[in-house]
C-alpha cells in the first residue's frame, strides 16, 4: 500500500474501534485511536505474516504488553484477514474470541495474553531470545507497550535482559500519549528522561510522530538495519486522535462513548476520510 491508502486503512479502522465500542457499550477509548496509527504501519508497512497460516514458522511476532487497547487490534487483525470483519461487532460479549484483554488461546494471529500491565516486553524478549540467540531465525519480534506501564518494574527486568543480550531481532513501540487511567503520566508518576533511560540500558531509541505513518515505518526499518542493539521506538501520539472531543483527555483512558457520542465521533472521521480522499487525488 502506499501512503494514501495506509492513511485511508487507519481512518477505517478508527471508524471500526468507535463501532465496536459503542455496540459492547465497554472498552478502552483514547489509547486505540491513539495508536492506530502505529498499528496500520505494522500490519500493512512493516510485519511478515500470513494470516491464512497464523503459526507460519516465518512470520514476525506481535506482543501486545498493553491489552486494554485491543479494539485497535482487534480491527487490524480483521481488516489483515485474520478472522471475519463482522466478528469485530462481538467485541467483549459472551462466547466471544474478542475478549475485553486478547487471549492468544482463541484469537488468531495473538502470540500472548495479556492483562496485568508490565509483562509484555519480558514475553517479547523472551521470543526474541529463542528466536536469535537459540533457533537462529531471521523473524522479528515488535511489542507495543503503554508509557503508563514504565511504572512497573518488570518493564525494566526486560529491558535489561534486552540490552544484556544484544536483541537486535527485537523492536519495541511505546504510545506515549502522556495519559493513564488516573490521569497524566507526568503527574502521576513522571517519566522522562525516557529516552536517556533505555539508552543508558543499552538500547537505541528512536523518536517519531506516532500519527506519521511513513515516519513509523521509516524508524522500523532503522531498526531492522541495527546491528547491536534493540530498539525502541517512542511514538508521540494523541489520545483519542481523530475525534475532538476525545483528544488529549485523560478521562476517555477507559470509557466508551455512548450511542449519540459515537454518531459524532463517526461523523467526524468520515468527514475526515474524505479530505485524505481528495489531498492525494
Not at 486494554?68 to 459472551?94: D, M, N, Q, S
Request: charged share 25%; hydrophobic share 35%.
Amino acid at each position: 500500500m502506499d501512503i494514501r491508502e495506509l492513511e485511508q486503512k487507519a481512518n477505517e479502522i478508527r471508524q471500526d474501534i468507535v463501532k465496536m465500542l459503542v455496540t459492547a457499550k465497554s472498552g478502552h477509548s483514547a489509547g486505540p485511536l491513539g495508536m492506530t496509527d502505529v498499528f496500520t504501519a505494522l500490519y500493512f508497512g512493516v510485519m511478515q505474516y500470513d494470516p491464512q497460516n497464523p503459526a507460519w514458522p516465518q512470520r514476525d511476532r506481535f506482543v501486545l504488553s498493553c491489552g486494554h487497547i485491543c479494539p485497535v487490534w482487534y480491527a487490524t487483525l480483521a481488516h489483515a484477514g485474520f478472522f471475519p470483519h463482522h466478528e469485530l461487532a462481538t467485541l467483549r460479549k459472551l462466547g466471544t474470541r474478542l475478549h475485553g484483554h486478547p487471549h492468544n488461546e482463541v484469537l488468531p494471529g495473538a502470540e500472548n495474553s495479556s492483562g496485568p500491565l508490565g509483562q509484555g516486553l519480558s514475553q517479547a524478549a523472551g521470543m526474541a531470545y529463542v528466536g536469535l540467540k537459540m533457533d537462529h531465525k531471521p523473524w522479528r519480534v515488535y511489542c507495543v507497550m503503554s508509557d503508563g506501564e514504565q511504572e512497573e518494574g518488570q518493564i525494566w527486568e526486560a529491558a535489561m535482559f534486552a540490552g544484556k543480550n544484544n536483541l537486535r531481532n527485537l523492536t519495541a513501540l511505546m504510545d506515549r500519549n502522556n495519559i493513564q487511567i488516573d490521569g497524566y503520566t507526568e503527574e502521576v508518576m513522571p517519566l522522562e528522561p525516557l529516552r536517556a533511560k533505555y539508552e543508558a540500558f543499552g538500547w537505541t531509541v528512536l523518536e517519531v510522530d506516532g500519527h506519521n505513518i511513513r515516519e513509523i515505518i521509516d524508524a522500523c526499518n532503522k531498526a531492522k538495519a541495527i546491528a547491536e542493539n534493540p530498539t525502541l521506538i517512542i511514538c508521540h501520539t494523541i489520545p483519542g486522535k481523530g475525534v475532538d472531543f476525545m483528544e488529549y483527555d485523560y478521562k476517555w483512558h477507559g470509557i466508551p462513548p455512548d450511542g449519540k457520542q459515537g454518531h459524532e465521533a463517526l461523523k467526524e472521521l468520515r468527514t475526515l476520510g474524505g479530505k485524505i480522499r481528495s489531498e492525494h487525488e
